[in-house]
């Protein structure tokens, strides 16, 4: 806060005379509304408490902006953009597959890594052992990595428990990790991951406690905003994932699945067919699936960082998406298995050089894509009056640059419900 | 420091007890000697002045650590390793090009932005016309995130300039940025980087610029440490290659050479047969050229943003460099055209997951194998008593973790010249 505004606040003369909380002036916006990136060049924006309270021209404000904010900050001629928000993570479990990933580097296969009890089913093991504690503490590294590259808003599920207790546990954490970190978190349930190995031998011993115990509780105890599944050749069949979307559904949930990944099953056309908010991964969706997903309003979520990591070689089909009008979110994936990957501006390169969105498309597929991902575009994802003040200060030239660098963070300041956040 | 040791520091009665200036304790030393990481599990290690003066096993040490240093750290269990280097970067220019990124992945071609005065022309444009204040500003920036990454010793190469008043320049804001961050910087003259438009169509004439004018007066000023050589098919050719490498090696100038990176046209043979410190990418290197690199010393640096970011599909011959016994280094080529990566733990990772080396192979391409690639083995790249007291703290469980992660960063502390400097 500049110091002769302190002054002006503490004189009694003209308490009044301020209608907003803050606001930033000597801003281009992108705002993510209308053509392009939205642009509103030499802008400005206010808020009062956590929400946007105006936006637009700066030559369009009536009076001296300290006329017009208890609080004002110079923007210094950089870009500002709506929070990043990171729709698909798996960023809470214990330990770590570092190990893992040196030894397939040094020649050991697959199969010699998952008989020594590799894979998905350590991460369980290790993160059903693990204290919360230790849960809480290793996530919120993780998570504090993500806030760094600019994130305001973090989906996270739960799905290395795979058993009553370490799931609600997991649940738990996140609760614990929104109320630590200056940031809104929206927890998936992700009890369909895979069947634990103590369920191996009759698969529908664990569909029924999904489905007649987990998704009861959760509904009615409100404890996650979605249930996912993970529908795939390794994960669950067509008819296991049917049966969980349909126990979700008739408890009013959200649903979203992770489709098309490794193989086309019809994973993504089922996701549409129960109105989920997105399919997400869709290496391998076919063109029925992304006619089934436009007519039903479902997102594609797509992740980059997974794609990387395995060496794929089919990308989505993105143009596909483009002409039948899907929208096309992108997300980190952030998990220990198939993408280790805690910066959302990184994954937003990897779109643009994997996938070859353009940068406007990446943006927008951290925003307002996300946002509708995540089934909360009427709240934010865009810079609009009435929204949560979440939004970003960057020192570029050019939006585009967002999605241009890798390693390079050019981040100024995080703005999270109002409250700004600088770098330090 | 702690607080007990400093009320010794001022007592007066046992000034001479200790020997050296900073001892870390309880730490994992990854010492990058002998064999795989040279682990020593429960070490230690000191430094007097801005050199290691001991490492080895904590339970070797004779006395209480307080009484061996005037500074003790304890190190958590954390992983130390020597300070990273990168040794190939153009990190000093002006503008970048995200614009043109933008433009080709909203469908521009290569011939359009060539016309309009794309590519590389349009750096040297803006480098020319640039402040050396504003070049040192941006660099440094980019310098920052580099050595946020666990990076004491960069080496950053002219050729944005192409003239001589602005090739001077590049070399004069490299040693400003030296004075002005805690980082070793090596100097470059890459003139040979391409032949600038006003010499186009009398490339001889550059040629003898570079011959006759630059090389004489920065051997005789010792304004670079070594001199590069764009040696492509888009670039300089063999028979002009070879002209200035003759005269660099006259002047007894170090030697190295981008070589091999789009086509096979001899030049990482031609790199060796002049003993040259490296030759860089390598992706269509051929065995007669690992041979002759392997014959006569000459370090392979293997640059993966690059590869990623122009979608290449051959990589480097890493078998063979294995087979032949050349030692690979890696780094960032950060660069305003073809690898805009300011991280170098992120290429740790590309150099892994997209050319299939391991861990190990990554982390002594960025310490052991970097330094050679600098000619500065002797004197830094791994820990040993003498060598500079360069290293960094990590908060991991396996130095694997450096490979592992893509944009998060377990860096603790990054020591240079034996100076702390703690992660903010």
């Not at 693990?130 to 590294?141: F, G, H, P, Y």
Request: proline fraction near 4%; include cysteine.
């Amino acid at each position: 806060m500049n110091q002769g505004l302190e002054d002006k606040l503490s004189s009694p003369d003209k308490p009044n005379g301020r209608i907003w909380d803050r606001l930033w002036t000597n801003v281009n916006l992108a705002t993510m509304q209308g053509q392009s990136y939205g642009e509103i060049y030499h802008g400005a924006i206010a808020t009062t408490g956590s929400r946007i309270s105006w936006l637009g021209p700066q030559d369009q404000l009536t009076d001296p902006p300290e006329q017009l904010a208890k609080t004002v900050t110079d923007g210094m001629g950089h870009w500002l953009t709506p929070g990043l928000i990171d729709c698909h993570t798996h960023l809470v479990f214990a330990s770590n597959r570092a190990k893992e990933f040196e030894q397939r580097l040094r020649g050991v296969s697959y199969a010699a890594i998952a008989r020594q009890g590799g894979g998905i089913r350590s991460t369980v093991s290790a993160t059903r052992a693990a204290s919360t504690e230790e849960l809480i503490r290793s996530a919120s590294q993780r998570l504090q990595s993500l806030l760094d590259s600019g994130v305001t808003t973090v989906e996270i599920k739960s799905g290395y428990g795979l058993d009553i207790d370490t799931e609600l546990r997991m649940l738990r954490v996140m609760t614990a990790l929104e109320n630590n970190l200056a940031v809104s978190i929206h927890k998936t349930y992700l009890g369909a991951h895979t069947i634990p190995s103590e369920y191996e031998h009759h698969r529908d011993g664990y569909l029924n406690l999904i489905c007649n115990e987990l998704l009861p509780l959760i509904g009615e105890k409100n404890l996650a905003e979605a249930v996912d599944i993970f529908c795939e050749s390794i994960g669950l069949n067509l008819a296991e994932s049917t049966r969980i979307l349909e126990a979700a559904t008739d408890l009013n949930l959200n649903v979203k699945m992770h489709a098309d990944q490794l193989t086309d099953m019809g994973a993504s056309a089922l996701a549409a067919e129960f109105r989920a908010l997105s399919a997400d991964h869709l290496e391998h969706c076919p063109e029925s699936g992304v006619r089934a997903m436009a007519d039903k309003g479902t997102t594609a979520v797509l992740l980059p960082g997974a794609f990387y990591y395995l060496k794929e070689n089919r990308i989505p089909p993105v143009e596909l998406f483009r002409s039948y009008g899907v929208p096309m979110a992108i997300a980190t994936d952030l998990n220990p298995g198939s993408s280790p990957v805690a910066s959302l501006l990184t994954i937003m390169n990897m779109a643009c050089t994997l996938f070859s969105l353009t940068p406007e498309e990446a943006l927008s597929g951290v925003t307002s894509n996300a946002a509708r991902a995540l089934g909360v575009l009427d709240d934010r994802g865009t810079l609009e009056v009435g929204k949560r003040a979440d939004f970003v200060l960057w020192d570029i030239q050019l939006p585009a640059e967002l999605s241009y660098w890798v390693g390079f963070n050019p981040g100024v300041e995080r703005v999270k419900d109002g409250d700004p956040i600088r770098k330090a």
